[in-house]
């Protein structure tokens, strides 16, 4: 039997982690890498993963990690990561659905935002996440064991105004978050969503004011700004065997702003 309260060990396990080129998703692959996991980068700027990549490598040696060029909501480019990452490492036990159209939005009304952009966002949140959890069940549906894991927002507890499609898109992630974990529970595998607050990272987002920066400080418990860090200690939980019976559930990681 595994001592539960100590099984974060990662050693023999391969985590394929989406958007991780840069921001949260880049901490995602170091954290994983650090504990342990060999690493498939999948992302749609190569050569940012490429940077990512050789960061970890420095860190953990060669051989820990892969870069697998993809746009998440392409079907054939999906299939393409999965297959490299097995060619490289053989399975896949852990699936963070990181990458998403996020930073480089403008936040405006609803009625102002142009239809090509709701469809992009949709596209790539939405189908994304659908697309690479169907490519990697199989995978482990075979081991008997998995996890995926779905990064939402906090947006969607707090229906924040001025990017509805986002809204939307991770709204549907919480939903497929929840039917997922009731198709995948069967095999051992588990499907839980991370609704981040606002999270600062290299990326410069002009759209958050020094103004705004003081009221998400106001709304949360603890009065510090949210880090990458602190989603990496509850992705590195949700992906450990001790998690194994935590599914289907969505956990802000924001410092207390929303209460689900
Ligand atoms: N930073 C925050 O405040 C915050 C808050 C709540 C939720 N989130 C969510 O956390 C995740 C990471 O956020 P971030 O701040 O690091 O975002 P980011 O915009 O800085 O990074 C997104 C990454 O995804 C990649 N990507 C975009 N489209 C892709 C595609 N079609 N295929 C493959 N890769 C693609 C980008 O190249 C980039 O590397 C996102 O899902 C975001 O919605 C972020």
């Known amino acids: 039997m595994t001592d539960k309260a100590n099984a974060t060990d990662f050693a ?35 050569a940012k993963a490429r940077a990512v990549a050789a960061e970890i490598e420095q860190e953990c040696g060669k051989g820990t990690v892969i870069v697998a060029p993809a746009d998440v909501a392409e079907p054939a480019d999906v299939d393409a990561a999965v297959a490299a990452t097995l060619t490289a490492f053989g399975r896949i036990d ?37 697309l690479v959890a169907k490519a990697c069940a199989p995978v482990m549906r075979k081991s008997r064991h998995g996890r995926i894991i779905n990064i939402s927002s906090g947006v969607v507890t707090l229906g924040r105004p001025h990017y509805l499609h986002y809204v939307a898109s991770k709204a549907a992630v919480v939903g497929m978050t929840r039917a997922m974990a009731r198709e995948l529970g069967a095999d051992g595998i588990t499907v839980n969503a991370l609704l981040p607050g606002a999270t600062f990272t290299e990326i410069e987002r002009e759209t958050v004011t020094p103004e705004q920066k003081s009221q998400i400080l106001a709304m ?20 450990s065997d001790g998690a194994e019976f935590v599914t289907g559930q969505s956990i802000a990681v924001d410092g207390g702003t929303t209460f689900r």
Not at 101 to 130: A, C, H, Q, Y
Not at 220 to 239: G, N, P, S
């Open 12 to 46: 023999n396990r391969v985590a394929l982690i989406t958007g991780a080129g840069q921001g949260i998703g880049r901490v995602f692959a170091k954290g994983f890498a650090r504990a342990g996991a060999k690493i498939a980068i999948v992302e749609l700027n190569e």
């Open 94 to 130: 852990i699936a963070i659905n990181n990458a998403a159209i996020f930073s480089t939005l403008k936040m405006r009304p609803f009625e102002d935002i142009p239809f090509e952009e709701w469809r992009d966002v949709m596209r790539v949140n939405v189908d994304g996440v659908m």
């Open 220 to 239: 949360q418990c603890i009065k510090r700004h949210e880090t990458a860090d602190d989603l990496l200690a509850a992705a590195l939980y949700l992906a």
